[in-house]
């Protein structure tokens, strides 16, 4: 059975850092593509970093320079390096997982998904 869950999350002042880390199990990791998305109140869901088993990397262009999702294949876990936060960047944040080995870009892309983490950034 494929479980992610996620940690990391907290509160931080603006332009602090964070790292989230995704702990995966049930799976061979290095075949899957994952990604991390956030979803802040009354806003959809949206992608905000993916890693294909490649390792290739993609980031929406308002976290680009900011952020960094890496994978540890052998340890099963995904990060997101989050540094010059800003209080837009407050969300529950997810990750996610397809067994494909190129990440698609939407929700619906990923069949598996973490409970998600708390990040608030005060002003």
């Known amino acids: 059975q494929v479980r992610l869950v996620e940690s990391g999350g907290g509160s931080v002042q603006t332009g602090g850092s964070r790292r989230l880390s995704c702990a995966t199990t049930?799976?061979?990791?290095?075949?899957?593509?994952m990604g991390w998305f956030r979803q802040a109140p009354g806003k959809p869901r949206e992608g905000v970093a993916y890693?294909?088993?490649?390792?290739?990397?993609t980031y929406t262009y308002s976290v680009k320079g900011r952020f960094t999702i890496s994978r540890d294949n052998a340890m099963n876990v995904l990060y997101l390096q989050m540094n010059s936060l800003k209080p837009d960047d407050t969300a529950l944040y997810y990750c996610?997982?397809?067994?494909?080995?190129?990440?698609?870009?939407?929700?619906?892309?990923?069949?598996?998904w973490g409970q998600g983490t708390q990040v608030t950034v005060s002003p």
């Open positions: 890693i294909d088993s490649n390792g290739g990397t």
């Open positions: 049930g799976y061979t990791s290095s075949d899957y593509c």
């Open positions: 996610a997982a397809d067994h494909v080995p190129l990440c698609g870009d939407s929700e619906a892309d990923f069949a598996y």
